[in-house]
């Protein structure tokens, strides 16, 4: 008999949530993680009594009720809302597009039926199918919104013109004919108070977790010590990169300690034009409603994939998802090994889906 039960090789979300749901129905669970702390891309670091994100603003949010459930077992979640504004030179607009931001950008718009009769009249110029990402928003909402809020941040998001980008990225874009700011439309929405890592380390009470701990430093050992594997690295890695190294997008932060109070008045200002190098700028205490006497904030810029560097955004084009599905294929055909999460299926999560991945998981493997 095996010393553990399972080795959840990673401990954002997935491991997180496997982890916690193993330990409960009483098995022997180890959790190693590469980096010198538990929570993966949610862990939040205390600065001047405030949680800041460390890997990028986290917003939970979801339908699902039993995964809300679940996270507010584990710690409370405050009433946070997601409201973030576009900043384009010296134009501020209200983020998703709703009413705010159209009776902003069109001086005559005052009612729906005013916002339709601008968006609809720009979308003519896009005649048949969309060719590429401006064709396809175009489509959606029309030229003038698609050059001041869409345009610049995308290029930066992707580091390629729009015209260079396949429509798919911008499937569909929320229009809200309705004065609301709310980002998103899920019924349930918050911050976990005392931060991410707080809640993650909830979920790891009584689990043996070992940090500054690489899988591949000594993958037989850890194969000799459990049952299964868990495991939530990079899935080409995993396979030492045999058929090829799976393309992502990342990201640079640049974080101050301001002296003042309130920097920006909003968590996240998004930064629409060519006129930074950022995407956005956060500042973290308006997440949990500071009213400390100094702030901090965090510059954003989207960046190449560099070794060394965190993987953010999976590139879904179609050399890379044929790659992904070879990879799929060699996971399956593994014995003991159980691939889950963003890094290990080569796919984007929100944090929900994530949690409700590995609920699911946990549940097919242990019957």
Avoid at 17 to 36: P, S
Avoid at 235 to 261: A, H, M, P, Q
Avoid at 294 to 318: R, S
Wanted: charged fraction near 30%; aromatic fraction near 14%; proline fraction near 2%.
């Amino acid at each position: 008999m095996k010393k553990y039960d399972y080795v959840v090789v990673g401990s954002g979300l997935f491991g997180a949530t496997f982890a916690q749901k193993a330990y409960e129905k009483g098995k022997k669970v180890l959790v190693i993680d590469k980096r010198n702390h538990i929570a993966g891309n949610v862990y939040t670091e205390e600065i001047e009594g405030i949680n800041v994100h460390k890997y990028g603003a986290h917003i939970f949010h979801t339908d699902y009720k039993d995964v809300w459930d679940y996270v507010n077992s584990f710690i409370e979640f405050n009433r946070y809302t997601n409201s973030p504004v576009a900043r384009i030179g010296n134009e501020i607009y209200n983020m998703p597009f709703n009413m705010n931001t159209f009776a902003k950008i069109w001086n005559d718009v005052f009612t729906p039926e005013d916002a339709l009769r601008h968006i609809n009249e720009e979308k003519k110029e896009i005649k048949g199918e969309p060719k590429n990402l401006e064709e396809q928003a175009i489509s959606l909402v029309g030229r003038t919104i698609y050059e001041k809020l869409i345009k610049g941040y995308t290029e930066k998001q992707w580091n390629r013109d729009c015209k260079d980008l396949p429509a798919f990225i911008i499937k569909r874009l929320p229009v809200r004919l309705i004065y609301d700011n709310n980002y998103f439309n899920d019924k349930y929405q918050g911050i976990p108070i005392g931060g991410y890592t707080k809640f993650v380390e909830k979920m790891l009470e009584g689990i043996d977790v070992k940090l500054n701990t690489n899988y591949f430093d000594d993958v037989n050992y850890y194969k000799s010590i459990a049952e299964k594997i868990i495991y939530t690295g990079p899935i080409d890695e995993y396979f030492n990169y045999s058929l090829g190294t799976l393309e992502w997008r990342s990201l640079k932060f640049e974080t101050k300690v301001l002296d003042n109070n309130n920097y920006q008045g909003n968590a996240v200002v998004n930064y629409t034009g060519h006129e930074v190098e950022y995407t956005r700028v956060i500042e973290h205490k308006h997440f949990e409603y500071g009213n400390q006497k100094k702030t901090v904030i965090t510059y954003e810029y989207p960046a190449d994939y560099e070794e060394g560097m965190e993987k953010y955004y999976t590139i879904n084009d179609e050399k890379n998802n044929k790659l992904a599905d070879c990879y799929r294929e060699l996971a399956n055909n593994e014995k003991n090994v159980i691939f889950g999460g963003r890094l290990a299926e080569y796919k984007y999560y929100d944090m929900d889906d994530v949690i409700k991945s590995a609920l699911e998981m946990f549940n097919k493997v242990d019957n």
